[in-house]
């Protein structure tokens, strides 16, 4: 299991940078979670080897403030030593910044480590103007319940080092982090304990033409699930002949083309083929509940949504002033 470590200190960094980088998953309309799991057995570094840091150097000549929220400064220094921690644990984890292609990853990781940056000040004047603030014992506890999981405070001070970290700046960086999970779960409270919600079966196809021969089988007499498992190009629900289980109406879990199909069909009921980016849908709804309980999973993917909501509507009423050009 991965570490608390730097990465979930700054949560939004996980579901920006992380997320940017990383391969997408096969099925593109499954449900996403949401903030990854922060609990672990281990303080892990992130310091790779000397042969694989990243081409990219501080700019140091350049403005002393990066970047205004409202007034309040994103220090370079700041920046660049988030750039080159957060570079480190992407290259702990395989990935390379060697070569024309890693220098603009590098890049791109510079661009989102800021507007990361921006949204965690955002999140903490937030956090502020609600007066969320976080308890000294709390934030203790936290700390020390990191120390012990690291396998103690000798190992816990050599992290710290190895990752050119405070401990007046992993102080910090807890706060904020407890902070962010705060905002969280106000914002999950918001979620309803229940939703319309309907029991989906899909066929995705590259095709109009496959989609409609498909379509006309079906209309004829084929089962459902016998041609997804044939011919369905979504690998997470082909093998369960297509099945996507319950999904709750109103949501971004499906393709806004697919939900306004299955909005308008009742138990049994076939549409398609639904064009979409991904291809051609056929949609069979299985069952349909107008008050269905969320599943955990559901429940963290919508507080996700939500959360991703708020942080674009404080953006939309902050004054935020950029100072770097970082290129690419």
Request: glycine share 8%; with cysteine; hydrophobic share 40%.
């Amino acid at each position: 299991m991965r570490s608390r470590l730097l990465l979930s200190a700054i949560l939004l960094l996980l579901v920006y940078v992380v997320g940017a980088c990383s391969t997408p998953a096969a099925d593109p309309t499954s449900e996403s979670p949401a903030v990854a799991p922060e609990t672990t057995d281990t303080l892990a570094t992130v310091t790779p080897p000397a042969d694989t840091q990243p081409e990219i150097a501080p700019e140091i000549n350049g403005p002393a403030v990066v970047a205004e929220i409202n007034g309040q400064a994103i220090q370079r220094l700041d920046f660049e030593r988030q750039v080159a921690r957060f570079q480190a644990a992407m290259i702990s984890q395989g990935y390379s910044f060697s070569g024309e292609e890693g220098k603009e990853a590098a890049i791109q990781v510079r661009k989102q480590v800021l507007e990361a940056m921006i949204d965690q000040v955002l999140i903490e004047q937030a956090a502020t103007s609600r007066g969320i603030t976080v308890d000294d014992d709390v934030l203790k506890q936290r700390i020390q319940s990191d120390i012990e999981v690291g396998g103690g405070q000798e190992k816990f001070d050599r992290w710290l080092e190895m990752n050119g970290l405070t401990m007046e700046e992993y102080e910090q960086m807890m706060r904020s982090t407890i902070q962010t999970e705060e905002m969280i779960r106000q914002l999950g409270t918001k979620i309803p304990e229940n939703m319309p919600q309907v029991h989906v079966r899909q066929i995705l196809v590259a095709t109009e033409e496959e989609a409609q021969s498909l379509l006309a089988q079906l209309n004829a007499g084929a089962d459902f699930e016998q041609l997804a498992q044939t011919h369905s190009l979504d690998e997470s629900s082909r093998s369960k002949g297509g099945d996507r289980g319950f999904v709750p109406l109103g949501t971004s879990i499906l393709p806004p083309e697919l939900e306004a199909a299955v909005s308008d069909l009742s138990a049994g009921e076939i549409a398609g083929p639904v064009a979409s980016s991904y291809g051609y849908y056929i949609v069979q709804v299985v069952e349909v509940q107008q008050a269905r309980a969320l599943s955990a999973e559901m429940r963290q993917g919508l507080t996700q949504e939500s959360f991703m909501e708020w942080i674009q509507a404080q953006r939309t009423g902050a004054d935020i002033e950029r100072f770097v050009d970082l290129g690419g």
